[in-house]
């Protein structure tokens, strides 16, 4: 007959494969492993801006993130099939536009479509500021222009590193002289689900709300 103690002993050893047990004697339930191929969550979603020739080429772009202070550098990844890819090296410069959502149909179409094969600078009125070869989009309330820094060559995309000589925003987007995100209504990109979303409501201030738990 099975004593008390072995019971138990297996029925611990069951639960411990499920769930762990944190230094406060709480059960936490395992997060699924869904592998290495994450996605940031959410991405920005915008127009990066190029020349092909006297056109100007925009493709949609979720890639990006800024990489250092000063000089104020920012990286995009794209992959190496992208006509985007070449008019970089070519241009040495390139803008990044934020839509709004209700841009959504023209961005998503910029993104289904190749450069290469079509004259995308006829959905947008386009514009430059600074650099001849960084097409800015004035229905976009904020453009970046960028100059090349850098590339570094990875397995299937290329990242290129610009840096920001000049930025542009619409006034309606600005509280207090800054791009507030609730008027620029920007659209977010979400992988490998595929969805467009927008930003519901702000929800603590950065570098502040954590003061809370300091002690």
Not at 8 to 26: H, Q
Not at 125 to 138: D, F, S
Not at 161 to 190: C, F, H, M, Q, R
Request: proline share 5%; glycine share 8%.
């Amino acid at each position: 007959m099975v004593s008390d103690i072995c019971v138990r002993k297996v029925f611990i050893t069951f639960v411990c494969t499920i769930v762990y047990i944190d230094y406060r004697g709480e059960l936490k339930m395992e997060k699924e492993k869904l592998g290495g191929n994450s996605f940031i969550y959410p991405m920005p979603v915008t127009l990066l801006g190029t020349k092909h020739g006297d056109v100007a080429n925009f493709m949609a772009l979720g890639w990006l993130s800024r990489a250092n202070g000063n000089p104020p550098l920012l990286v995009v990844g794209i992959n190496k099939a992208h006509f985007t890819t070449q008019l970089i090296r070519e241009n040495r410069a390139f803008s990044i536009n934020y839509p709004t959502a209700g841009m959504i149909r023209e961005v998503d179409y910029c993104g289904l479509v190749s450069g290469r094969r079509e004259d995308k600078s006829q959905l947008f009125t386009v514009e430059y500021g600074e650099l001849e070869q960084a097409p800015l989009i004035r229905e976009c309330p904020l453009s970046l222009e960028c100059k090349l820094y850098d590339i570094y060559e990875m397995p299937t995309h290329d990242l290129f590193v610009g840096e920001i000589i000049a930025s542009y925003a619409d006034k309606k987007i600005l509280t207090d002289g800054k791009p507030d995100l609730a008027k620029l209504n920007p659209l977010l990109l979400t992988m490998p689900d595929n969805y467009y979303w927008t930003v519901k409501e702000k929800v603590g201030k950065a570098w502040d709300i954590g003061r809370e738990l300091q002690k």
